[in-house]
């Protein structure tokens, strides 16, 4: 685990960000299956106080695809405006 946390304290501010989301990205998928393992065993009420979070659940889901989606196209422009150097003088 030390590994890990050295390699975490060397990375830039927004890859760091988006390494941890997929941490806990890993952390939900995790509280999902635990919950469908569950559903047959649970209580009526607990199954319907259950069931009222899944709209919040979907929508936090929808807003958080879409915002990487933007994520992704505003890192791959600013890559490409990124030339190599030495590529022009390369290509002439």
């Given at each position: 685990?030390?590994?890990?946390?050295?390699?975490?304290?060397?990375?830039?501010?927004?890859?760091?960000s988006?390494?941890?989301?997929?941490?806990?990205?890993?952390?939900?998928?995790?509280?999902?299956s635990?919950?469908?393992?569950?559903?047959?065993?649970?209580?009526?009420?607990?199954?319907?106080?259950?069931?009222?979070?899944?709209?919040?659940?979907?929508?936090?889901?929808?807003?958080?695809?879409?915002?990487?989606?933007?994520?992704?196209?505003?890192?791959?422009?600013?890559?490409?405006?990124?030339?190599?150097?030495?590529?022009?003088?390369?290509?002439?």
């Amino acid at each position: 685990m030390r590994r890990r946390e050295t390699y975490m304290v060397n990375l830039q501010p927004c890859t760091k960000s988006l390494f941890l989301l997929g941490e806990m990205l890993n952390a939900a998928l995790h509280c999902s299956s635990l919950c469908d393992e569950r559903v047959d065993q649970e209580e009526i009420t607990l199954t319907q106080q259950a069931f009222e979070q899944i709209a919040g659940l979907k929508h936090l889901s929808e807003v958080l695809a879409s915002r990487i989606a933007e994520l992704e196209r505003r890192l791959l422009a600013r890559l490409q405006q990124q030339k190599p150097r030495g590529l022009d003088a390369r290509s002439k």
